[in-house]
Each structure stands twice: as C-alpha cells, then as structure tokens.
C-alpha cells in the first residue's frame, strides 16, 4: 500500500479535512490484519494513536504535560491531590515512572522518586524532613552545592547545622546522643578523599534517637553499597553520574521504603518544581540498561590501575577503597562496599597542584572536566574546581593534598589508560620538585 493510499484511508476514516472526532480509542491488543490501518487516527486526539499491534521495547518519551481526563483521574485528584494519578506531568509521568522504577529495583526498593537534578533531590528531602528549630547532624565532607545549603540556606529556614568528619563514627554516635538531632546526613563515599561513612552503626545511633538517616550515595553507587538495606532511611542521588552513566542529562533520585515519607517528599517535589523532565528520565532509564555492565567493568578497571599507579614514580599516593593501604579497610570496607569498591579513584602525585594540572593537560584518552560516572574516564584537580573556595589549609584540614587528582573511570580500558596516565606523568616529571 503507497503512502497515498494509507492517507486516502485516513481521510475516509476522518471524512473533512481535519475531521470529526472518533469514538474514543484505547490501546488495544487485538490483531489487526496486515496492511490494514490499525487505529483509527482522530487529528483532534493525536495521543491516542498507536500505530501498531506489538508494544515498543523501550518505553516511549511521553513528551506531554497534560493527559486526557476521566472519572478516576477526578477522584485521585479530590482524594489525594492528584499524587498517584497521570493527569500533569509535574506530578506523573509514564517515562519518569519508568526511570523511578529502575532505579528502586536497584536500591531493592519499593518505590524511587527521579528528580530534576541530584541537587534537587537532596534539597527538597532536607526541607521536606526538617522544621525551623530543628538540628541536622551533617558531614565535613559533602558535596560543595550541598555545603552551601548547609551552610547559608538551612540556617536561614531556623536549623541548626552541625559538622562532624565522615569517617569519625565515634563522633557521629556522640553528636547524635547528646545533640538530638531530627536528621543525619551524609555521603556514603566522600569526594574526593573516598572516605567512607559507616551507615550501619550511625543508622542505630540515629534510630536510637529517633532521628533519620539521608544519605547521598552518588560516589558509591547501587552497584557497590545499598544504603537502605545497612539502615538509611532515605537515598539521595545525583543520577547524573554513574546512574544514567553518559554525562549527557542532569537528573537525579530520591529512594526510600517508608511509604508516608516517599509521598511528603513527592509533594514537595510538585510544589516546589523539582521534577524530571521526560526526555531527561528517558535518558536516565537507557543509561541504566547497561549500569550493571558498565560498573563491573569501570570497578574492575580502577582497581587494577590503582595497583599499578602506586608503583609508578611521581605518584605519592594512590586512594582506593579496595587496597588494603586504604585508611577505612577492614570492618568499615567490608560492611559498606562488600563486592566492589567503586570507580573513583583519588592520586596525590609528586610536584603538587602546579604539576598535578600540568598532567591533567597532558592526558590524550582521559578527559580534563569536572563531574564523574561516564563512559569517558574524567580527571580533575579538586584545587581548581570542586574546593575552590577552601584554602590550602583548609583543604589539607579536609584531607585534600596539594598534587590531588580525582578520577571517574569510565570504559576505555585498563591498557590505554594506564599508558596515558604514565606518559602524563613523564611529560611533568621536571615539575615534580
Ligand atoms: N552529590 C554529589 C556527591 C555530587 O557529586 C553532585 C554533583 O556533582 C551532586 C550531589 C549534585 O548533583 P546534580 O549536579 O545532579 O544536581
């Protein structure tokens, strides 16, 4: 049948130039004989057209911020704002459900918020659980838009903000005792020290307490540590790195198993604008198609160049949570990254942050550029970019030495990446002092 013909059908079908309305149509399994049209196509009702019999493999981008109401929309929306219908986009949305979807199964949870951004996922959880005159119990080491809502925009709302070192799980079960805190929050592997949180014992302090336990899992990933399954209450994540895994989207994750907290934060989330935008959940969701591949292989890869990068000269020191040289191996290691210990991985090289840059300028495969979880292995020097804004004393204070390197392993593979970080290092080896 030519093309001509299919569109005479269609004008039958429709008789007038745009034509009358049809009956309403549903999708439908039914079969349809070949060549036949399969919908009939209303131009007034062009979402109702489906054009096959089979349904996509890949879940089609619902590019659309309203949908067709009925009498079951009506009652969701008197009875519960709307929360669980697919009625406006800002609410629900099929693509984003299907992102949200994903990223629960791999939380071994039940239900996922995805969010417009990783910062939109932790703001709107911090003041969905958080009241004027509360305390929140936070890290030293987070994220530096993270810092900054801790620092300027929680205290403006009336909370009290309390720092205590990731690592110093004595000191995280002390504040929480004496200090009371409603909330605890912190990063379950911290940038770019890649120090760990010991989330089971804090999560019993803070049970103990009657606080909850936010954590960002974005360094770690699903793949190497499940939050909510050592104890957190909530999961933050910036699913614009290794989640969606191509640093072509910003997106991010709310995850948690309390059902009443999941809806506090997901209105939140409707009144303060924070949703995902389908073509950004769609991007997400392909991402994590391969998230399992592509962290096994981006694991294995760190690891092994972490061993060689230690024996290379110019390298003073390599951080990974996999080397037994790592200072939360052992217990802490076991407990929070069982499988795998991640594809970041932290150099301090010889000649500090002068030939650190130098050496990121003279990478060929790895990427200089700021952000992580790629297929493309990314190398920033957290002076000039993440800690910008901390001195050299307070960066040292943070655990960060001038001559730092962070790197996001991506999938190049270990040869070639090793040979580049070794010729790098050779161009800059007159700047090592
Ligand atoms: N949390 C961590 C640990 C991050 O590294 C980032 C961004 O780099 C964020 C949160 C913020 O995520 P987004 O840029 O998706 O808002």
Avoid at 307 to 314: I, S
Wanted: net charge negative.
């Amino acid at each position: 049948m030519t093309t001509s013909r299919l569109f005479a059908d269609h004008v039958t079908i429709n008789s007038g130039p745009l034509g009358p309305p049809s009956p309403k149509f549903r999708w439908s399994r039914a079969p349809v004989a070949y060549g036949a049209r399969v919908t009939p196509v209303n131009p007034y009702r062009p979402g109702r057209t489906h054009t096959s019999r089979t349904f996509p493999v890949v879940p089609p981008i619902y590019q659309t911020t309203t949908f067709e109401l009925d009498e079951t929309s009506y009652a969701d929306i008197q009875s519960a704002g709307g929360l669980h219908e697919t009625w406006y986009s800002r609410f629900n949305n099929p693509t984003v459900d299907a992102a949200a979807a994903d990223v629960a199964r791999l939380h071994g949870a039940r239900q996922s918020l995805v969010t417009a951004s990783g910062m939109a996922a932790i703001a709107t959880t911090l003041v969905t659980l958080l009241r004027s005159g509360d305390t929140l119990l936070a890290s030293k080491q987070v994220y530096g838009d993270t810092d900054d809502l801790l620092r300027r925009d929680l205290p403006a709302l009336g909370i009290e903000v309390i720092r205590i070192d990731a690592f110093d799980t004595d000191g995280w079960i002390h504040q929480i005792r004496t200090r009371r805190p409603a909330v605890v929050y912190g990063e379950t592997l911290s940038n770019p020290a890649l120090r760990l949180m010991d989330v089971p014992a804090v999560a019993q302090a803070a049970h103990a307490a009657g606080a909850r336990l936010v954590v960002d899992n974005t360094f770690a990933t699903p793949f190497c540590t499940k939050p909510l399954e050592l104890g957190a209450d909530v999961v933050v994540e910036s699913a614009t790195k290794f989640l969606a895994g191509h640093s072509d989207v910003v997106v991010g994750a709310v995850t948690t198993d309390d059902l009443a907290l999941h809806e506090e934060i997901q209105r939140r989330l409707i009144t303060f604008g924070g949703c995902a935008d389908p073509h950004a959940a769609f991007l997400l969701w392909r991402g994590m198609r391969t998230f399992r591949v592509r962290l096994t292989e981006a694991c294995r890869t760190a690891g092994a160049l972490a061993d060689q990068l230690a024996k290379e000269p110019g390298v003073r020191e390599v951080v990974y949570p996999g080397r037994d040289d790592h200072a939360d191996a052992g217990a802490v290691v076991g407990r929070m990254m069982p499988g795998a210990a991640g594809a970041m991985l932290t150099l301090v090289v010889e000649g500090g942050d002068q030939r650190a840059a130098a050496m990121l300028r003279a990478l060929s495969v790895a990427v200089e550029a700021t952000s992580l979880g790629g297929v493309e292995t990314l190398a920033s020097t957290p002076f000039n970019s993440s800690h910008f804004n901390m001195t050299g004393e307070e960066r040292l204070a943070a655990g960060i030495q001038p001559g730092t390197v962070r790197l996001s392993i991506g999938l190049e593979g270990e040869d070639a990446l090793l040979e580049d970080f070794r010729q790098a290092l050779d161009a800059t080896s007159d700047a090592a002092g």
